[in-house]
């Protein structure tokens, strides 16, 4: 299964973006979808996670401004940004939560200005 994140942008601070990862297979065998992020020098680093009881859990920075959600008949997982921050600038990725991750997409970049 590859995944492929898209629906980044440029965009004022406070505002919105949706990003969506599609895969190339199902996901519903995967138990839990997570989106990640990376800045240049930094570690990606975990964002939000669901799981196909549709359970989340965010990291404390994003928290009530992000929200997960997933469609496996479309095999499709999205993430809402909202209050967007100029520390949320990133290259955004999706993949499994599992400590065997799929190959990495490119991901997909989310400039905030301030």
């Known amino acids: 299964v590859q995944l492929q994140a898209s629906g980044g942008g440029l965009v004022q601070a406070g505002g919105s973006l949706k990003l969506s990862c599609a895969a190339s297979?199902?996901?519903?065998?995967?138990?839990?979808m997570g989106w990640y992020r990376q800045t240049p020098g930094r570690e990606r680093e975990f964002l939000a996670d669901i799981s196909n009881r549709g359970l989340t859990s965010y990291r404390d920075s994003v928290k009530g401004r992000f929200t997960i959600s997933r469609d496996n008949t479309k095999r499709l997982v999205y993430l809402q940004m909202n209050s967007l921050k100029p520390e949320d600038t990133a290259v955004y990725y999706c993949n499994i939560v599992s400590s065997t991750k799929l190959p990495w997409g490119p991901g997909t970049q989310v400039t905030v200005s301030s």
């Open positions: 297979g199902s996901i519903s065998g995967y138990h839990v």
